[in-house]
């Protein structure tokens, strides 16, 4: 986005932060925006559209936008009780992953022990670009035996947060330096058995600084549509959870009524 872009981006954003427009409100018209922000209808269309792939916004009808109204209607129940951990007592243990028994008790259950996989900490990008083309990599992953499709991500080293990793993982295996990148969610890939925190990031626009320079990660580079990740994904050809919950984000948005993009 150039400047005055930018400029409707960030007072819109402002607007919505300190409660000009308040959680469920309506935005006023596509007209009245452009003639308060005093920026054209179509680089509004754009701006409006990459908020709302933040979920900043929301669409509703052909061109009517609203804030989002977050209020949660179901409560946490209060009468589960956690699992008692009597002891923990490790069984493997590398630089790379960590096995352990943990002497667990459920609620009800008689003690056992359960093993427990501890990896690293993961960050992971989806960068999509003003053609609503998405940055990802054909690569072979040997642990399935098969090629597929995966977004730039990579383990968050210590001292580092994890975007930091979104953003460098990004350049190391791509060659593009994203423009920017939002965090989306947290989340953990097998939460019964593997503790091993992901982190997905949603970027718009990035620049070709080089050649990838993690060589062993890198695989053949492209900027794939976003309109044939639905059948790329009932071929089997999208590789890991990451990928997908980013991607099936991604879908979701732009069937809301928009497209997430941005200047490459």
Do not use: C
């Not at 003639?35 to 709302?52: F, S, Y």
Request: glycine share 10%.
């Amino acid at each position: 986005m150039g400047p005055k872009s930018e400029r409707v981006y960030r007072t819109i954003r402002e607007w919505i932060a300190t409660g000009k427009y308040s959680p469920g409100s309506k935005l006023p018209s596509e007209r009245a925006l452009s003639e308060e922000l005093e920026i054209g209808r179509t680089a509004l269309r754009q701006v409006l559209a990459k908020l709302v792939t933040e979920g900043v916004v929301e669409v509703h009808g052909r061109s009517s936008y609203r804030v989002p109204d977050r209020s949660v209607t179901i409560e946490a129940p209060t009468d589960v009780e956690p699992w008692q951990i009597h002891g923990e007592r490790t069984l493997y243990d590398n630089r790379w992953v960590t096995l352990s028994l943990v002497d667990v008790e459920p609620p009800g259950v008689e003690r056992f022990e359960h093993h427990v996989v501890k990896l690293h900490h993961v960050a992971i990008a989806a960068v999509v670009d003003d053609r609503d083309r998405v940055l990802m990599m054909w690569r072979y992953r040997f642990v399935p035996g098969a090629f597929g499709w995966e977004l730039p991500g990579g383990i968050v080293d210590p001292g580092e947060e994890p975007l930091q990793t979104a953003y460098r993982e990004v350049e190391e295996e791509t060659g593009w330096r994203p423009s920017a990148l939002e965090h989306l969610v947290t989340y953990q890939p097998m939460v019964g058995m593997v503790d091993s925190p992901h982190e997905i990031f949603i970027g718009r626009g990035a620049k070709l600084v080089g050649e990838p320079t993690d060589l062993e990660e890198a695989g053949h580079i492209a900027w794939v549509p976003l309109a044939d990740i639905p059948e790329l994904m009932a071929r089997g050809e999208l590789m890991g959870s990451g990928t997908l919950v980013a991607l099936l984000h991604l879908l979701g948005s732009r069937r809301a009524g928009t497209s997430p993009t941005s200047s490459a």
